[in-house]
């Protein structure tokens, strides 16, 4: 809770710096607060019913929200896209938490089934994205299960994101390979890419504070010139570098390593806290390359994940079978 009291205040720090609109990131941070403490409360009273019914309400979510419902541009991971796709990575890793903490195998085939139908929701949605950051939360679900220790996965998660982080940026400064470069950049699109570049050339504006946060918008003619106006860089860590400098990053980068070593240190199943962090990452894979975190029940919905599988049952821990 005070890294995010931290996230909180620095966002109030840079905006009265730079007369910046914080209201986003006071939102996002107050929702992931929100969803971890209603996680942690309803997975110490139902491991099993809370995940499975948080899985099926985020496909609820996903699938009949106007707002998160896919368009024509549903194959990548910006915007609404993103939030969709991010939506589905969670509800994966609810289902699968879910079956690990059930008791018996015909309850946990079932919720597995439940995991596999809701990757296959992004196929039928449009959402390739989605699609495949549920088919890889699934599997590293079933592969957790012969992880004998946590920490090695963990370590591999972190740098797994670290690796989708890098090379977003890698592609917006231009350092990587002249044929891999192009074909990531036509991968996400000229526009998508051309917004990256903006959002790096104006965090060295001001490495330390940032230009404010919520005025990416107002400073980027790429941005302003879009239609409809785009208001985002739809990368997360380069959005907090424009706008929140590189203390901005490192506190977007220390709530991510905070979420991971509270799954470690949880006394869950190894199983469990691992497809937790599976899903995590896939969340911060596609923020890292869309505005999925723009979206409030995304980011209440990695706090309730992470609330989930880190809560205590009062039954014991008989209940992880």
């Given at each position: 809770m005070?890294?995010?009291?931290?996230?909180a205040?620095w966002s109030l720090i840079?905006a009265?710096a730079h007369?910046g609109?914080?209201?986003g990131v006071?939102?996002?941070?107050l929702?992931?607060?929100?969803g971890?403490a209603a996680g942690?409360?309803?997975?110490?009273?139902?491991?099993?019913a809370?995940?499975?019914?948080?899985?099926?309400?985020?496909?609820?979510?996903a699938?009949?929200s106007?707002?998160?419902s896919?368009?024509p541009?549903?194959?990548?991971?910006?915007?609404h896209a993103?939030?969709t796709?991010?939506?589905l990575a969670?509800?994966t890793?609810?289902?699968?938490?879910?079956?690990?903490?059930?008791?018996?195998?015909?309850a946990?085939?079932?919720l597995?089934?439940?995991?596999?139908g809701?990757?296959?929701?992004?196929?039928?949605?449009g959402?390739v994205?989605?699609?495949?950051?549920?088919?890889?939360v699934?599997?590293?679900?079933?592969?957790a299960?012969?992880?004998?220790?946590r920490g090695?996965?963990m370590?591999g998660?972190?740098?797994?994101?670290a690796?989708?982080a890098g090379?977003?940026?890698a592609?917006?400064a231009?350092a990587?390979?002249?044929?891999?470069?192009?074909?990531?950049?036509?991968?996400?699109g000229p526009?998508?890419?051309?917004?990256?570049r903006?959002a790096?050339r104006?965090?060295?504006?001001?490495?330390?504070?940032?230009?404010?946060?919520?005025?990416?918008?107002?400073?980027?003619?790429?941005?302003?010139?879009a239609?409809?106006p785009?208001?985002?860089p739809?990368?997360?860590?380069l959005?907090?570098a424009?706008?929140?400098?590189?203390?901005?990053?490192?506190?977007?980068a220390?709530?991510y390593?905070?979420?991971?070593?509270?799954?470690?240190r949880?006394?869950?199943?190894?199983p469990?806290v691992l497809?937790a962090?599976?899903?995590?990452?896939?969340?911060?894979?596609?923020?890292?390359?869309?505005?999925?975190?723009?979206?409030a029940?995304?980011?209440?919905?990695?706090?309730?994940l992470a609330?989930?599988?880190?809560?205590r049952p009062?039954?014991?821990?008989?209940?992880?079978g």
């Amino acid at each position: 809770m005070i890294l995010l009291g931290g996230c909180a205040a620095w966002s109030l720090i840079t905006a009265a710096a730079h007369d910046g609109r914080p209201e986003g990131v006071l939102l996002a941070v107050l929702a992931v607060a929100a969803g971890w403490a209603a996680g942690r409360v309803s997975g110490a009273l139902f491991p099993v019913a809370a995940p499975c019914a948080g899985a099926v309400g985020a496909v609820g979510l996903a699938v009949l929200s106007p707002g998160l419902s896919p368009g024509p541009t549903a194959a990548g991971p910006a915007g609404h896209a993103g939030a969709t796709a991010a939506l589905l990575a969670l509800a994966t890793g609810a289902a699968c938490c879910a079956a690990w903490a059930a008791r018996g195998p015909a309850a946990r085939l079932a919720l597995r089934l439940l995991a596999a139908g809701i990757a296959l929701t992004g196929a039928a949605l449009g959402s390739v994205t989605g699609c495949a950051a549920g088919a890889a939360v699934l599997l590293c679900s079933l592969a957790a299960g012969a992880m004998p220790h946590r920490g090695l996965g963990m370590a591999g998660l972190a740098l797994a994101a670290a690796l989708a982080a890098g090379t977003v940026w890698a592609l917006a400064a231009g350092a990587l390979p002249h044929g891999l470069g192009e074909a990531l950049a036509g991968r996400f699109g000229p526009h998508r890419v051309e917004l990256w570049r903006e959002a790096l050339r104006l965090s060295g504006r001001d490495g330390g504070l940032g230009v404010g946060p919520g005025r990416f918008g107002e400073l980027s003619g790429t941005a302003a010139g879009a239609v409809p106006p785009d208001g985002t860089p739809h990368s997360a860590p380069l959005q907090q570098a424009a706008e929140q400098g590189v203390v901005g990053v490192l506190l977007l980068a220390a709530a991510y390593g905070w979420a991971l070593h509270a799954l470690w240190r949880a006394p869950r199943s190894t199983p469990l806290v691992l497809t937790a962090g599976a899903a995590l990452t896939a969340l911060a894979a596609i923020a890292s390359a869309g505005n999925a975190l723009s979206f409030a029940p995304v980011t209440a919905g990695a706090g309730l994940l992470a609330g989930w599988a880190t809560a205590r049952p009062w039954a014991g821990e008989g209940v992880e079978g």
